[in-house]
Nanobody, 124 residues
Framework: QVQLVESGGGLVQAGGSLRLSCATS????????MGWFRQAPGKEREFVGG????????YYEDSVKGRFTISRDNAANTVYLQMINLKPEDTAVYYC?????????????????WGQGTQVTVSS
């Protein structure tokens, strides 16, 4: 089992940047593929991007491509979401999640382990 704790959220102006971190504990983080999701008020939780166990493959939802970058440091048991050129529509609670699936999982049902979330608010 793995535990996940996100940090790094906050309030930023449109065009700004934030880096979210997801610290993992318990089972070795390199045993899991990782994903980032977000949920805006009144909306369903949606996939943002994912990274495989080694960090050699990342994949993203179309609206964040070129603006968001996922990376991981398995020695530090931490996964990152670097966000640049933020837009008001990026405002949401951001969650990291862990999966035992291989490939490019994107469905919430493919990720059994979740953090508590961190709020990102982008003002216009």
């Amino acid at each position: 089992q793995v535990q996940l704790v996100e940090s790094g959220g906050g309030l930023v102006q449109a065009g700004g940047s934030l880096r979210l971190s997801c610290a993992t504990s318990g089972r070795t983080s390199s045993s899991y593929g990782m994903g980032w999701f977000r949920q805006a008020p009144g909306k369903e939780r949606e996939f943002v991007g994912g990274i495989n166990r080694s960090g050699g493959n990342t994949y993203y939802e179309d609206s964040v491509k070129g603006r968001f970058t996922i990376s991981r440091d398995n020695a530090a048991n931490t996964v990152y979401l670097q966000m640049i050129n933020l837009k008001p529509e990026d405002t949401a609670v951001y969650y990291c999640a862990a999966t035992l699936y291989y490939g490019t999982p994107q469905a919430t049902t493919q990720f059994p382990y979740w953090g508590q979330g961190t709020q990102v608010t982008v003002s216009s």
